[in-house]
């Protein structure tokens, strides 16, 4: 089970990530109220390690979850995307939690 602890302005994850900080790419809120905690969202290249991906995806299921009242994000998501001769993209949306 992921619990969430704030210090400050910094968010740790700890549980079964091991205590991991979380700083999203892009966040949608406004700030000091956390009923308006709209949308996180994380954008990597496909071509990053498989750590890095799941590092995003945990840290998207852990925003989205009630877990914490300070973070609860009503949705989250991940933007994948390829570069080169044919770019292309793949998106990935988490709500409560749990990947859609």
Do not use: W
């Not at 109220?33 to 290249?45: A, D, F, H, Q, W």
């Not at 914490?68 to 949306?93: A, K, R």
């Amino acid at each position: 089970m992921l619990k969430v602890k704030i210090y400050g302005k910094k968010i740790y994850l700890t549980g079964e990530t091991n205590g991991i900080n979380i700083i999203p790419d892009i966040i949608i809120h406004e700030r000091g109220i956390n009923s308006e905690n709209l949308c996180v969202i994380e954008v990597k290249k496909v071509s990053q390690r498989d750590t890095d991906i799941e590092y995003a995806r945990t840290k998207l299921k852990a925003c989205t979850t009630s877990v914490s009242e300070n973070l609860n994000f009503q949705l989250g998501i991940l933007i994948l995307f390829t570069t080169g001769n044919t770019p292309d993209y793949q998106i990935e949306l988490y709500k409560n939690g749990e990947l859609l």
